[in-house]
């Protein structure tokens, strides 16, 4: 079946603006996730969607990111007045239940190809 | 604070040899560690996981190990082939009453595997 999808796969804005990044993940999964790897750096987690809610924030790394989910799919992932440092690969992934549930199969996550974020 | 240390962070091999790759975490509640490969310009793709509550999985050429009391684990690739040549990630889950939980990464293996 179709897996997580993400668009654009490229972008490239300008010190200053605004951008979006969509995340569609694999149907029926009720949790979803944004990472974001910096070159040649491990994967850092930014936040996590259970259903519409966000239990969990804490990766967020200014108050300039901002991420949304709507029905309990698609995704968005918002970084306002975008800096040099956001230059990035922007990753989600989904899992049909949250990671971690204990003794519950299910919850692995599966990973989108990734929006690489160029800011000039 | 949460951590994953991986090493090492370059491995080279010869094609048929295997290939070992070790991860330390520091949350003694993690419970879920899975394993990635990543390929050029692709995302992660989940290739093996293991949980808590055994302490070897296996799966054709690749095998996990997992020892909680160090708080290690380790991803083992026998027979090395060099579609295998990527980077590897290692990730422990850190969470809190069954919420669901975040993976932490390792930096990151590169493994080469020479024809």
């Known amino acids: ?120 | 604070g949460e951590n994953v240390e991986q090493h090492p962070s370059t491995l080279s091999v010869q094609e048929g040899d295997s290939a070992v790759i070790k991860c330390t975490y520091s949350d003694s509640a993690s419970n879920y560690f899975p394993w990635y490969k990543q390929e050029l310009g692709k995302g992660p793709q989940l290739i093996i996981d293991i949980r808590s509550n055994v302490g070897e999985k296996k799966d054709q050429r690749i095998a996990v190990t997992l020892n909680k009391t160090a708080k290690h684990f380790s991803l083992h690739i026998t027979e090395t082939q060099p579609e295998d040549s990527a980077v590897y990630f290692c990730a422990a889950l850190m969470g809190r009453d069954n919420q669901g939980g975040k993976l932490i990464f390792g930096q990151g293996t590169e493994l080469s595997v020479k024809p």
């Open chain 1, 1 to 120: 079946g179709a897996g997580v999808s993400q668009s654009p796969s490229n972008k490239v804005t300008e010190k200053g603006k605004d951008v979006e990044l969509r995340c569609d993940p694999i149907s029926g999964h009720t949790a979803l996730y944004w990472y974001r790897q910096s070159l040649g750096q491990g994967l850092e987690f930014l936040i996590y969607f259970q259903g519409n809610s966000a239990p969990d924030k804490s990766g967020l790394p200014s108050d300039r990111f901002s991420a949304e989910r709507t029905g309990g799919s698609v995704s968005t992932l918002t970084i306002q007045r975008t800096q040099q440092e956001d230059s990035a690969v922007y990753l989600c992934a989904s899992s049909l239940v949250p990671s971690g549930l204990a003794g519950f199969k299910g919850d692995e996550q599966y990973f989108g190809p990734g929006t690489r974020l160029t800011v000039t």
